[in-house]
């Protein structure tokens, strides 16, 4: 062959290949990242078919997609597939598939993070780069063109497939499924405890119903102890499903309460999903959260792990959950014993360092007639510094002891029992003793941007949010927080930029460069830090100079009224050191500024300091740092003749002169 017939059918191929690859199937051929979904299409004589004559949408999932997906891929390529055209714009709330008896396909579709529109098909996202492409075919024969469309998704569509070859079921609802589960792929899971409490309380219909719903079914396992089956009744099983909504996993919010049918007059029920990733897992749990119950039903939270999830049924989407919920039944340690077994769960890590290194925490709780726990996730246990604790018994016990109290605290009480609200002062809602000696635990709100409220907790320190409040127990709550408590892992200078009782002493350190050396890890400070509720003490015994110290022409002089608080040392010392130092009921430290003469006292399991003869209390003693102490006070180390203008004129001397001054540059 002549070099110019190789170079025409070289240019024919290039056409040929352009022009195919404008159709869907050709674009799917072309692409290397779909290539094992086109092997499924290619082997399907039925989806060839629609690709040649119909309108079509295909949702292709990737490669990657596939290599996550550990099951038979015979018979899927069809509900991938919808005989209508759609782009992302144009889906609604579901549309058929083209598998057997037409399933339906389920659509969600959310706001990204940066404000995009996500779409989702059941679980798998629409990914929008690689999606909305659009084609024509002609039909042979025929001037008449048919559009189709291509999706890019980013997990396999997985369909609910009867395996019974007497009477299969093309097209389950949520009763079928739970009716006839063993006839379908169930992972070994069995739900027939369940199923038969909704036929015992005659609730069929719940499930029956036509419409989008979302349906939570506990497996056999979660059935145990024996009285627990008893207690599935008809409004526990109205708490299993959420009406008006098909929540997949993926697409569904964290910590975003939904109303299920037990939500009325008598009995309010929310449900809400949450994901978490380990970085090799990914685990959603769901809750219950009973906001108003009754003489049968127990108000607090209820935790379930999704064993199996995003089952797709004709009326919405099923979920298999380890346990029932809205059941209280166990106490708090059962509540930790119970991610044991599977070793996995939300605290699994707390329950395992309480296991391998204290005991005998686990034997003090079992005792208790009453408790509130403070349960650090999984999260907090990968701070660099917690293995050094877990190598130190009796430290790690007192740091366990600063995560309970032996009252029930709910989250409402928490908020309800606030013996100080006002947001200029900064104070903790109020504080309650731990099992740890002379530790409390500091309460404080922060009112989010759109008005929802995040409770955060002190402990040694340590500020933790509490990220899952209100898990109920026969004897007591169990709040989940995110961090562990007692073990610092920020500076002196963080924790009075990010604690809200101290802004005042943060805002003062600020205008003379006082803060920067509170974030030097090389030191040890002793901080006697006053409290936001200090300065407004001062501003009504000292109403002159607590003017003139805010004044950012005065920071010279509130400088130095801060270094009068700190003191820098080989180390830094906790109060009950400061005690055992006194002598003569006095300690003398060396701050900053000047020699620092105090008198430590201990009343009430409160410890107090003397300065000048004013009696000062410590609201919040040892607030351990990376690189230091912070002692929180209540009376600010001051005196009416720390602020000293030029010339050695008073304040109130000089103020008719600048008034003056003013005066003249204004007529100026």
Known sequence: ???????????????????????VEGRIREDSDLSQFYQLLEASHVANTSLNYRQVTIFAPTNLAFQKYNRSTDDIVLYHMTNLALTTDQLGDSVSSELEGNPPLWITKKRGPYGEEEVYINNAKILNSRSNFKSSIRLPGSKDTKDQVLHTISEVLEPLVSTSTDAPLYKPNAFQFLNQSENFNMDN?????????????????????????????????????????????????????????????????????????????????????????????????????????????????????????????????????????????????????????????PVYKFYKAVLDHAEDFMNTLTKLPQVTLFAPNNAAWDEAKISHVLQDKERLMNILKLHYVQETLPLEKILNRGVNQNPTLGSSLFEVPTAAEKKSLYFNV????????????????????????????????????????????????????????????????????????????????????????????????????????????????????????????????????????????????????DNLKLRVRELDDSYYVEWREIRIRVSRSDVECTNGIIHVIDTVFMTDSDVRVPGGATVATLAPHLLMILIAKWLL
Not at 214 to 231: A, H, N, S, W
Not at 283 to 299: E, F, I, M, P, Q
Not at 520 to 533: I, L, S
Request: charged share 20%; glycine share 6%.
């Open 189 to 345: 899971h069995r739900i027939r405890n369940f199923r038969q409490r909704v036929f015992n309380t005659k609730k069929e219909n719940v499930f029956k119903g036509e419409g989008r719903y979302t349906f939570l079914i506990p497996v056999d396992e979660g059935f145990k102890p024996t009285p627990r089956p008893r207690k599935v009744d008809a409004k526990v099983i109205d708490g299993h499903v959420i009406p008006n909504h098909v929540l997949f996993t993926a697409p569904t919010p964290n910590e975003t309460p939904f109303e299920t049918l037990a939500f009325s007059d008598n009995l309010k029920v929310t449900i809400s999903f949450s994901t978490e990733h380990d970085g090799k897992e990914t685990r959603t749990y769901v809750k219950s959260n009973t906001l108003l119950g009754d003489n049968d039903h127990a108000t607090g939270v209820v935790l379930a792990e999704i064993v199996k999830a995003n089952i797709p049924v004709r009326n919405g989407v099923v979920h298999l959950i380890q346990r029932p919920l809205m059941i209280v039944d166990s106490t708090v340690v059962d509540f930790l014993k119970s991610f044991k077994e599977k070793e996995d769960g």
């Open 1 to 23: 062959m002549c070099s110019a017939s190789v170079a025409l059918f070289a240019v024919l191929a290039v056409l040929f290949a352009s022009t195919d690859a404008t159709t």
């Open 446 to 593: 922060v009112q989010g941007p759109t008005g929802n409220q995040t409770l955060t907790v002190e402990g040694g320190g340590v500020n933790a949010t509490v990220v899952t409040p209100n898990i109920a127990a026969t004897n007591g709550v169990i709040h989940i927080i995110d961090r562990v408590f007692g073990v610092p892992y920020i500076t002196v200078l963080d924790k009075l930029r990010t604690d809200p009782s101290l802004n005042s002493t943060y805002y003062l350190g600020t205008l003379e460069g006082f803060n920067a050396q509170l974030n030097d890890t090389t030191k040890r400070f002793t901080y006697f830090a006053p409290r936001n509720y200090a300065w407004e003490a001062a501003k009504i015994s000292y109403p002159s100079t607590y003017k003139k110290i805010f004044m950012p022409e005065y920071r010279y002089q509130s400088k130095q009224i801060l270094e009068r608080h700190l003191v820098v040392a080989d180390q830094a010392y906790k109060m009950s050191q400061l005690k055992a130092m006194s002598h003569n009921g006095s300690v003398a430290l060396t701050s900053v500024r």
